[in-house]
């Protein structure tokens, strides 16, 4: 028998990897700024996933999921 975790275990970090701990540039903060931009995308795939578990998702919330897949899988998105 299969066992599917449950979206429980793939709860993105509640802190991103890879953060400046004391930015003191703007590069450093550009940084750190685009990592909590992916951080939130994470974060925005896991929630819609939570809240359609088990429902047909709208297509709206569809569009919003995909296009966020293919931002964090590097193919753009619309």
Same mark, same amino acid.
């Given at each position: 028998?299969?066992? +599917?975790? @449950?979206? #429980?275990? %793939?709860?993105?970090?509640? *802190?991103? /990897? !890879?953060?400046? #701990?004391?930015?003191?540039? /703007?590069?450093? +903060?550009?940084?750190? @700024? ?6 939130? =995308?994470?974060?925005?795939? =896991? @929630? +819609?996933? *939570? /809240? =359609? ?5 709208? /297509? ?6 995909? !296009? %966020?897949?293919? +931002? *964090?899988?590097?193919? !753009? !998105? @619309?």
């Amino acid at each position: 028998m299969v066992e +599917i975790p @449950s979206l #429980d275990n %793939l709860r993105p970090p509640y *802190l991103p /990897e !890879g953060l400046i #701990d004391e930015p003191k540039t /703007e590069k450093d +903060i550009l940084h750190n @700024s685009v990592v909590y931009e992916f951080a939130m =995308y994470d974060w925005m795939v =896991y @929630s +819609i996933a *939570l /809240e =359609y578990r088990g429902k047909e998702m709208p /297509e709206q919330a569809r569009k919003v999921f995909d !296009g %966020l897949q293919a +931002i *964090l899988k590097g193919e !753009g !998105g @619309s």
